[in-house]
């Protein structure tokens, strides 16, 4: 009897870590996408105020870059290539994309901010990544980006050479999408993507 006593206990202990890693694993990506937004790590940028609280007459120098996954039929580009702003002034900027397929896609969009230094000073008050956007067969359409660079950027240590930011979106196919194309294993990372 002494024998299962431990057994039973190791047992138990043993299905409390299994089921601990399987709840941590279904937390993993909620909880990296807070502490990117909170931090900037990863040139995520930041989602806050509508607006700064102050306009400062040094500007920065925003670039736009628009990628596809391979398997996403879509041409997707930025409407212009970059924008002088100050630091402090809210700005609104236009991504296009069209459908080139013959039937209706569905895509979700990633971002990122490069130099990833600078993550943490650009902040996005209104976006289209992470919901899905669906397309009919040769359809086009215009994605807003609204954001402002927080004028702190210019008094950090670390930070006070940044000139130019890269403003960078990937389209890829949404999960839902690519599961019933049968694109799935060609549908590319989608971080933190959720599907209803």
Same mark, same amino acid.
């Given at each position: 009897?002494? $024998? %299962? %006593? !431990?057994? &039973? /206990? /190791?047992a138990l202990g043993l299905g409390g870590v299994v089921a601990g890693m399987v709840g941590m694993s279904f937390a993993a990506v909620p909880l990296y996408r807070m502490f990117c937004a909170a931090t900037g790590y990863g040139g995520t940028p930041q989602i806050g105020p509508a607006v700064s609280a102050s306009v400062s007459e040094q500007t920065v120098t925003v670039r736009f870059n628009a990628d596809t996954n391979p398997g996403l039929p879509w041409a997707f580009r930025p409407e212009q290539k970059q924008v002088t702003l100050k630091l402090g002034e809210e700005q609104v900027a236009f991504y296009q994309a069209r459908n080139e397929a013959a039937v209706p896609v569905t895509g979700i969009a990633i971002y990122n901010v490069t130099p990833e230094k600078a993550a943490i000073y650009f902040h996005k008050t209104a976006c289209f990544c992470f919901n899905q956007q669906? /397309? &009919? !067969? $040769?359809q086009q359409m215009q994605f807003p980006v609204s954001f402002w660079v927080d004028p702190a950027i210019a008094t950090d240590p670390s930070t006070r050479d940044v000139t130019t930011i890269t403003l960078s979106y990937t389209f890829f196919h949404s999960l839902d999408d690519a599961n019933r194309s049968g694109k799935l294993a060609s549908a590319g990372p989608h971080v933190g993507a959720i599907t209803r």
């Open positions: 009897m002494s $024998g %299962r %006593r !431990p057994n &039973a /206990l /190791l669906t /397309l &009919a !067969p $040769g």
